[in-house]
């Protein structure tokens, strides 16, 4: 009887070859880019730090921060009124004055009656205010301005064709000529690209103002040499030429009061009629009394 034969099965171990490092894909690159940017906005803004002025910086931050902020949220003011009351300044309120007997609130215990608005500011005060926030307007549109002609380098050689002057209507706005910088053609109101550049400017910064504009053209003392066209007339052109301007600038045509020419009756340099700082239009931002 032969004996059995046991055998024993054979097991093969294999063991997995390393790969080294599994793929981690290309987040990390993101990352790296979104590390690199965010240095390089720090380090800009340290620049313009060193680089600038408190006004100027002020400036800035204006022209970055939006000038009307509409709350849609506000408690009380989606109602019918608005949230605005009876009486408002500037005419903003639906009914600006009261017609008839004023109501009375009755006072508890005596029954004496005291008019609803005894608390009201007077006139003079009211009066005050608006011309308060009216030169704070002024101020911001300045900073706004001379912002952007310092920062801008397609408009630093701009900066000193815009003068700011206060008027009893305002706040005037004089855009002058020099000779080496027309904001017209000889003659004609055809707007250079530097005049519609510094317009645009001048926009940006009141396009958020309630004030409401007028509009001067101003030329030199030199006539025509042939008829058919004067000052007068070109004066007007390129006014009218500004407002379009303005328009294009994001400002609604309802804001405009008066659109003029004045030829050469009110020089800038009265001593030399010829003189090209004449040129100049004059954009004035009108106080709530004006």
Known sequence: ?????????????????????????????????????????????????????????????????????????????????????????????PFNTMHGPRPTAVTGGSGSAAPINAAQPSPRDMSAKRREADEERFRKVERIIAARLAGDPTLKGLKGQIRFVRVNEGLRIDMVERADFSMFGLGNAGMTEAARAMLATVAHAIAGTPHRLTIRGHTDGLGYSRGGSNNWLLSSLRADATRRALVQGGITPQRFKRIEGAADTDPFNPADPADPRNRRISVTLLTAQA
């Open 1 to 93: 009887m032969k004996p059995e034969l046991h055998i024993e099965p054979e097991i093969i171990i294999r063991k997995a070859k390393a790969h080294g490092h599994a793929h981690h894909g290309g987040a990390w690159k993101i990352a790296y880019a979104d590390f690199v940017t965010a240095m390089m906005a720090f380090f800009m803004l340290m620049w313009i730090l060193g680089a600038t002025n408190e006004d100027q910086r002020r400036g800035i931050a204006d022209y970055f921060t939006p000038t009307l902020i509409q709350l849609k949220n506000s408690g009380g003011s989606n109602g019918i009124m608005g949230g605005r009351s009876l009486q408002a300044e500037e005419g903003a309120a």
